[in-house]
């Protein structure tokens, strides 16, 4: 009886190891660069340390903007280029991601966050307060484009 365990046991992880690695390609997918809904941010979507996703300001319309709405005084002076403002997403599967959080610079707060691959050039951002119901979302494009500087908004 122990052989037989043994040998299920054996086929079952040999099963579960290729849905894993499938799983980890799929969320791979959203690595890369994402042109912000108002076309005026770039966000490089990458791994963190601790292997949850993130995304960080890597271009835009305006380079020297500062964080002036951020609840610290301290870190108003700050440039948002290379501030990571998407962090601790996790991978749900079925391209979705959840877990995490999304820093608004518009108005200094932070959200909870669900990303929702919608093809292979869309990603659907969705910050919300409490649960899903409350939030905004966008849909952020994929960037392939070299320079990470945009034209100025048009006011």
Excluded at 27 to 37: K, P, Q
Excluded at 107 to 123: Q, V
Aim: glycine letters at 10%; aromatic letters at 6%.
């Amino acid at each position: 009886m122990p052989r037989l365990l043994l040998i299920v046991s054996t086929v079952l992880l040999a099963l579960a190891l290729p849905a894993a690695e499938a799983s980890d390609d799929q969320a791979a997918l959203i690595l890369g660069n994402w042109l912000t809904e108002p076309r005026d941010g770039i966000i490089q979507i990458s791994v963190a340390a601790d292997g949850s996703y993130q995304g960080k300001i890597v271009g835009g319309n305006n380079p020297q903007r500062q964080d002036q709405h951020n609840p610290d005084p301290a870190r108003r002076s700050q440039l948002l280029l290379g501030q990571t403002i998407v962090q601790g997403m996790k991978y749900d599967g079925e391209g979705r991601w959840s877990g995490g959080t999304i820093y608004d610079p518009d108005s200094g707060r932070t959200y909870k966050c669900r990303l929702e691959r919608l093809d292979a050039d869309r990603l659907q951002v969705r910050g919300f307060i409490g649960f899903a119901l409350l939030g905004r979302s966008q849909v952020w494009t994929r960037y392939r484009a070299s320079s990470m500087t945009l034209p100025a908004a048009v006011q």
